[in-house]
């Protein structure tokens, strides 16, 4: 047969195949009932929904208690009819309720994030600290520890009135108590396991992954030492494009961001999309791999500290830098990439329009800040003065993450004057993390460096 008739054969064959979905494919007719059904038993947990918001009716409930017996304290101190011990205890009721509708708080948001449906805050600066990293472990030891310190207030109610209070009352009050105390205690031994990194004895070398405990409960994840196939850039062109929808959906499919971490992750300006995943930890001589994994917890955020890279180009800093911005974007904050350069321009324009203190309050949105490539070129002494101001605003106010392939004793060259040096690093960190990353460039590891040594970062 020839190769004209085979192929005319091929053809005529692929015609008569049914199209990819088409139900005349017997295996998509079967695969499509247990699909259809789990989607069905997926769709019941929004069953769960109205009961939260009864919870929240409750919580309503809870507040006409509080200032219901609010007033009652006020009317007996002003008429007289309080004593210490009144005071006390009536104040030790309101703490009560109080924790009770802590209690109940967590119980709606943290159990409608977890069980029903995500809550995209986008950000929201009073975004509850807990909310960021919640799971089913995390509540219920959070839970747990609340509904202990709901049984201490009562216990303490019963000993401040003691002389009203019976042996028998006061003795289960306190087996009760400790058997809250034990059963919190145990639920949070079994739940840190759970909660732990999860180590690899297959790595290269025979080198264990360090690890973090992963948020929105979707497994625990680790710095898996990974060859990377992306980049490990450590400068990026300003006019860049935007990394295509598909490549950041490609970057977070396997992550833990919401429904709106794919257009935070967009809107960042992000070079590429990067994971800590994909991160080859072993190709640099030196790293504190610990110091990341931990990063990769995002409490340095929370904390408004920032984060300073520094190392020889290629090292990996930007894939850094934008693995932990990405991974923010996924966990609900705001971020927003750039190179100095960009940083520097986008400031000047402020300040040349006169609004240059507004432009830095619009950046307070932004939790976290990342601005890349320092030291690539030296900058002009009004550049340096602008870049300053970015930091010195973000102090305590916000993180900023920082990748330079200059120690920081050689800025007061990038910066073009040794005062302006001295006040960004001083500011810059006094609560921060430093990394150095040193080793060959990545890119040009096919090439053997064609004889340049990296050199060191001290």
């Not at 008739?5 to 005349?24: M, N, V």
């Amino acid at each position: 047969m020839t190769s004209h008739d085979t192929s005319a054969h091929d053809h005529s064959c692929s015609s008569l195949a049914p199209a990819p979905g088409s139900f005349r494919d017997p295996k998509d007719v079967a695969s499509f009932a247990p699909a259809a059904l789990g989607y069905a038993l997926f769709a019941t947990r929004w069953l769960q929904a109205p009961l939260y918001f009864g919870l929240v009716a409750a919580q309503g409930v809870y507040v006409y208690k509080f200032f219901n017996e609010l007033w009652k304290l006020i009317v007996h101190v002003i008429n007289g009819h309080a004593d210490e011990t009144y005071v006390m205890l009536a104040v030790l009721k309101l703490v009560d309720v109080v924790m009770i509708a802590n209690l109940l708080i967590m119980t709606i948001v943290g159990g409608y994030e977890t069980f029903v449906s995500r809550i995209n805050l986008q950000g929201h600066r009073d975004q509850p600290e807990w909310l960021s990293h919640v799971n089913s472990n995390v509540l219920k030891v959070k839970l747990a520890t609340a509904i202990v310190g709901i049984s201490s207030v009562h216990l303490l109610q019963m000993f401040v009135d003691v002389h009203h209070t019976s042996r028998h009352a006061l003795l289960w009050g306190t087996v009760i108590h400790m058997a809250f105390i034990v059963s919190a205690g145990i639920l949070a031994y079994m739940s840190g396991p759970m909660l732990e990194p999860r180590k690899s004895g297959h790595a290269c070398g025979g080198h264990e992954g360090s690890g973090h405990a992963d948020t929105h409960g979707e497994g625990n994840r680790r710095l898996i030492p990974k060859p990377s196939t992306g980049w490990h850039d450590d400068a990026t062109p300003a006019g860049r494009a935007a990394p295509s929808a598909s490549a950041v959906k490609s970057a977070s499919a396997s992550s833990y961001g919401g429904p709106g971490a794919e257009s935070r992750i967009r809107a960042a300006g992000f070079p590429a999309p990067k994971a800590l995943e994909d991160f080859d930890h072993h190709y640099p001589r030196s790293l504190d791999r610990e110091a990341v994994a931990m990063l990769g917890k995002l409490d340095f955020i929370t904390a408004k500290e920032n984060v300073v890279l520094l190392g020889p180009p290629g090292t990996g800093k930007t894939h850094l830098a934008v693995a932990l911005g990405t991974r923010a974007c996924q966990a609900g904050h705001q971020v927003r990439f750039a190179t100095v350069a960009e940083w520097a321009a986008r400031l000047a324009d402020a300040k040349a329009a006169g609004r240059l203190t507004e432009e830095l309050a619009l950046l307070d949105r932004y939790p976290l800040l990342i601005v890349d490539a320092l030291g690539l070129f030296p900058l002009q002494a009004a550049e340096a003065q602008l870049f300053f101001s970015l930091v010195a605003h973000r102090y305590e106010r916000g993180s900023l993450i920082v990748t330079s392939d200059k120690p920081l004793s050689g800025w007061d060259l990038v910066l073009s004057d040794t005062a302006v040096a001295s006040a960004v690093i001083d500011r810059l960190v006094h609560h921060s993390e430093i990394i150095s990353v040193e080793g060959d460039n990545y890119r040009m590891r096919d090439h053997g460096g064609f004889g340049f040594a990296s050199p060191t970062v001290r």
